[in-house]
């Protein structure tokens, strides 16, 4: 009978990226990536933070750790592990080296002194043992644009509305996205770097659609909002038939915001505007005339776990007083298992160990669902995830917890 060979976990090396990066696109069964892509991931990857297994001179397993910073309630923007790049030979499943990469990355980042790590999960199943839970959620939707309409808001029409260069415009779309980011919980100020992310147009990639382009929102001669997206014509017995494609869509005000809307709604020949990636609480939606012509749907987005529990609810505000003792279980993280006193308002928060006795019960996985407000502690308590040990606490701690906007990633990594 054969033995199995033990495995080497080592922190990645430049001159590996292309094998590193060529395992890590055979396990996810895609094809050959572009060389922009490629070129662009090089460029992004912290080999520092980057990990490969081997299994002799064979690259069994990937895993990386972008240096991120989120937002969370309150306006904080918070050091935050971008888990990003993982993947296990499927030659060597069950043979422990997820797990392997997944303790030294939690390790890694509690030396380095980031709070928090976050995750897109290709297979929601997986990570959940790691302490990862669902935090944010994401807005899909195919519309009609030929039957649902739009009821845009006062002060739209003074909306100047401009086609740009994408990159040439790159500077003060990335003003107004940076605006945005301590107004929601979730989103990512970007590292230097990272702005070249939504530029990415192989034309290999487009799937007969045409090359990206922008429309910038301009108020009083300033930029207030952008869109970028892509056209594929398409013709059936009826006649036109095309379909626009949004990317990513910013915007400053609600007039900003409308108008924007309204130009993807009503692009010459086009009859369908695919939505992807949007905030849950999109406003487009509290302006359409006929939202079941959207075919709206939601799916999970980011995964959050809290590396420091203390550090990570104290960084965050609470929208209503709060004044609770946590018992949480970390299993895989034992330090911070125990009990936590968790107290603030909506000017900030304190978060320390305790040997008060329990007033609610529930696991970092949890933790990490509810931490950016968009999923409720109560809902968990509903599911059996989370106990109430003194009457009312689970109330008081689900609304303060809350956030008056929901959460979201804009942009996968």
């Given at each position: 009978?054969?033995?199995?060979?033990?495995?080497?976990?080592?922190?990645?090396?430049?001159?590996?990226?292309?094998?590193?990066?060529?395992?890590?696109?055979?396990?996810?069964?895609?094809?050959?990536?572009?060389?922009?892509?490629?070129?662009?991931?090089?460029?992004?990857?912290?080999?520092?933070?980057?990990?490969?297994?081997?299994?002799?001179?064979?690259?069994?397993?990937?895993?990386?750790?972008?240096?991120?910073?989120?937002?969370?309630p309150g306006g904080a923007v918070l050091p935050t592990a971008g888990i990003t790049m993982v993947s296990v030979a499927a030659t060597h499943r069950?043979?422990?080296?997820?797990?392997?990469?997944?303790?030294?990355?939690?390790?890694?980042?509690?030396?380095?002194?980031?709070?928090?790590?976050?995750?897109?999960?290709?297979?929601?199943?997986?990570?959940?043992?790691?302490?990862?839970?669902?935090?944010?959620?994401?807005?899909?939707?195919?519309?009609?644009?030929?039957?649902?309409?739009?009821?845009?808001?006062?002060?739209?029409?003074?909306?100047?509305?401009?086609?740009?260069?994408?990159?040439?415009?790159?500077?003060?779309?990335?003003?107004?996205?940076?605006?945005?980011?301590?107004?929601?919980?979730?989103?990512?100020?970007?590292?230097?770097?990272?702005?070249?992310?939504?530029?990415?147009?192989?034309?290999?990639?487009?799937?007969?659609?045409?090359?990206?382009?922008?429309?910038?929102?301009?108020?009083?001669?300033?930029?207030?909002?952008?869109?970028?997206?892509?056209?594929?014509?398409?013709?059936?017995?009826?006649?036109?038939?095309?379909?626009?494609?949004?990317?990513?869509?910013?915007?400053?005000?609600?007039?900003?915001?409308?108008?924007?809307?309204?130009?993807?709604?009503?692009?010459?020949?086009?009859?369908?505007?695919?939505?992807?990636?949007?905030?849950?609480?999109?406003?487009?939606?509290?302006?359409?005339?006929?939202?079941?012509?959207?075919?709206?749907?939601?799916?999970?987005?980011?995964?959050?776990?809290?590396?420091?529990?203390?550090?990570?609810?104290?960084?965050?505000?609470?929208?209503?007083?709060?004044?609770?003792?946590?018992?949480?279980?970390?299993?895989?993280?034992?330090?911070?298992?125990?009990?936590?006193?968790?107290?603030?308002?909506?000017?900030?928060?304190?978060?320390?160990?305790?040997?008060?006795?329990?007033?609610?019960?529930?696991?970092?996985?949890?933790?990490?669902?509810?931490?950016?407000?968009?999923?409720?502690?109560?809902?968990?308590?509903?599911?059996?995830?989370?106990?109430?040990?003194?009457?009312?606490?689970?109330?008081?701690?689900?609304?303060?917890?809350?956030?008056?906007?929901?959460?979201?990633?804009?942009?996968?990594?």
């Amino acid at each position: 009978m054969a033995t199995e060979r033990a495995t080497e976990l080592k922190v990645l090396r430049p001159e590996e990226f292309d094998g590193w990066w060529d395992h890590l696109v055979r396990a996810f069964g895609a094809g050959p990536a572009s060389a922009e892509e490629r070129d662009l991931d090089r460029s992004l990857t912290e080999y520092e933070r980057s990990l490969a297994v081997w299994d002799g001179s064979e690259l069994v397993g990937t895993a990386g750790a972008f240096r991120f910073r989120m937002a969370v309630p309150g306006g904080a923007v918070l050091p935050t592990a971008g888990i990003t790049m993982v993947s296990v030979a499927a030659t060597h499943r069950r043979r422990g080296v997820l797990t392997s990469m997944m303790r030294r990355q939690l390790d890694d980042i509690r030396e380095w002194g980031e709070p928090l790590a976050a995750l897109t999960a290709s297979e929601p199943a997986i990570y959940g043992r790691f302490g990862y839970g669902a935090a944010t959620f994401q807005l899909q939707a195919e519309i009609d644009t030929g039957r649902a309409t739009l009821d845009v808001p006062a002060g739209t029409g003074d909306v100047r509305l401009r086609y740009a260069d994408p990159a040439g415009v790159l500077g003060a779309c990335e003003a107004v996205y940076a605006q945005l980011v301590p107004l929601r919980p979730g989103m990512l100020a970007r590292q230097p770097g990272w702005e070249q992310v939504g530029l990415l147009d192989p034309e290999s990639e487009r799937g007969g659609a045409s090359a990206l382009q922008c429309v910038v929102a301009e108020r009083d001669g300033k930029v207030t909002g952008y869109a970028r997206f892509r056209t594929k014509i398409g013709w059936g017995a009826g006649g036109h038939d095309g379909t626009v494609t949004l990317e990513d869509l910013a915007a400053l005000d609600p007039a900003s915001d409308a108008a924007l809307w309204r130009f993807l709604f009503g692009i010459d020949l086009m009859s369908t505007l695919t939505v992807r990636r949007r905030p849950v609480d999109d406003a487009w939606q509290y302006l359409v005339s006929d939202i079941r012509r959207c075919r709206t749907r939601v799916r999970d987005a980011a995964y959050v776990r809290l590396v420091d529990v203390g550090a990570a609810l104290a960084g965050r505000t609470y929208q209503a007083p709060v004044d609770v003792v946590l018992e949480v279980a970390d299993a895989f993280c034992p330090w911070n298992a125990g009990r936590w006193r968790l107290t603030g308002d909506a000017k900030g928060a304190s978060c320390e160990r305790t040997t008060d006795t329990a007033e609610l019960t529930l696991s970092v996985r949890e933790l990490g669902a509810a931490y950016l407000g968009g999923v409720s502690l109560l809902s968990l308590a509903r599911a059996g995830r989370v106990g109430e040990l003194r009457p009312g606490a689970l109330a008081e701690a689900s609304v303060a917890f809350g956030s008056p906007v929901l959460p979201w990633l804009p942009h996968g990594f």
